[in-house]
């Protein structure tokens, strides 16, 4: 049954090609639904039309000879990758054969080209890199979210849109921070030194009073007489973790300033 229409079949390996019969198998072939007789053994489909990729090339569905076997597809085009090259779908003549694709131009990297979001710059020293459509001297500037900022030092470094530096500094979740220690570092956009008694519990900075103190979520709990129940509430360790309603309860209670039962 080939669209509605029942065919008798010659050959049990005949299946259906639009509203005709056509064997696989054999010298046929089915393109889009038309029966086509195979002139050679690698012959093809290209659209509803049959080729012969030996001697042709199938771009969208449009044949073009291709007796040299150099050409190559760009979009509905032929060229020749050779002497030409293909940039967005534009067909493009090399003037150079190191000539590649910036978007819809060419530009030569090893003649002190860069290629910067699609526009060709001519570079003005061996450390220039792009920035945006922009080109930057990396030796003296840095790049930060598409912004050209001059450097202090050859260790400063982006924090979004601004400048830092590494060493005096630390970027905390887009926040430029200073640092009082060198070994200062970030907890969401606060600073602390892990070495100096204090804990990053998600996020929040919390000071150790004992050796033990843990993190139990934003708090701290010493872990010798209490436990973290839930991930985020410190309870006596003597005790079983509340259920979720008495702790909602218990943090209802404790909010109001109420006496806290640990």
């Known amino acids: 049954c080939c669209s509605g229409k029942v065919l008798t079949k010659k050959d049990e390996r005949e299946i259906c090609c639009g509203l005709s019969l056509y064997n696989p198998f054999g010298n046929q072939l089915c393109c889009k639904g038309v029966v086509f007789i195979k002139e050679s053994r690698n012959d093809a489909c290209c659209g509803r039309r049959f080729y012969s990729p030996e001697k042709q090339i199938c771009c969208n569905g449009i044949i073009f000879n291709n007796d040299s076997g150099n050409y190559k597809?760009?979009?509905?085009?032929?060229?020749?990758?050779?002497?030409?090259?293909?940039?967005?779908?534009?067909?493009?003549?090399?003037?150079?054969?190191?000539?590649?694709?910036?978007?819809?131009?060419?530009?030569?990297?090893?003649?002190?080209?860069?290629?910067?979001?699609?526009?060709?710059?001519?570079?003005?020293?061996?450390?220039?890199?792009?920035?945006?459509?922009?080109?930057?001297?990396?030796?003296?500037?840095?790049?930060?979210?598409?912004?050209?900022?001059?450097?202090?030092?050859?260790?400063?470094?982006?924090?979004?849109?601004?400048?830092?530096?590494?060493?005096?500094?630390?970027?905390?979740?887009?926040?430029?921070?200073?640092?009082?220690?060198?070994?200062?570092?970030?907890?969401?956009?606060?600073?602390?030194?892990?070495?100096?008694?204090q804990l990053c519990c998600d996020g929040v900075v919390q000071n150790k009073e004992s050796r033990l103190d843990e993190c139990c979520g934003t708090k701290i709990y010493n872990s010798r007489t209490q436990q973290c129940c839930q991930s985020t509430m410190p309870y006596p360790i003597d005790q079983d973790c509340p259920s979720r309603m008495a702790r909602s309860y218990i943090f209802q209670v404790n909010s109001k300033n109420y006496k806290k039962i640990y």
């Open 73 to 197: 597809c760009c979009e509905n085009e032929i060229f020749d990758p050779i002497k030409q090259a293909c940039c967005s779908g534009k067909v493009l003549t090399k003037n150079d054969e190191n000539e590649i694709c910036c978007d819809t131009s060419l530009y030569n990297p090893l003649k002190k080209q860069l290629c910067c979001d699609g526009v060709v710059i001519q570079k003005e020293n061996e450390s220039d890199q792009c920035c945006g459509t922009k080109i930057y001297n990396s030796e003296k500037q840095i790049c930060c979210d598409g912004k050209i900022l001059d450097k202090d030092s050859a260790e400063d470094q982006c924090c979004n849109n601004q400048i830092f530096n590494p060493i005096r500094q630390a970027c905390c979740s887009g926040k430029v921070l200073t640092k009082k220690d060198e070994r200062e570092i970030c907890c969401g956009t606060s600073l602390y030194n892990p070495f100096n008694n």
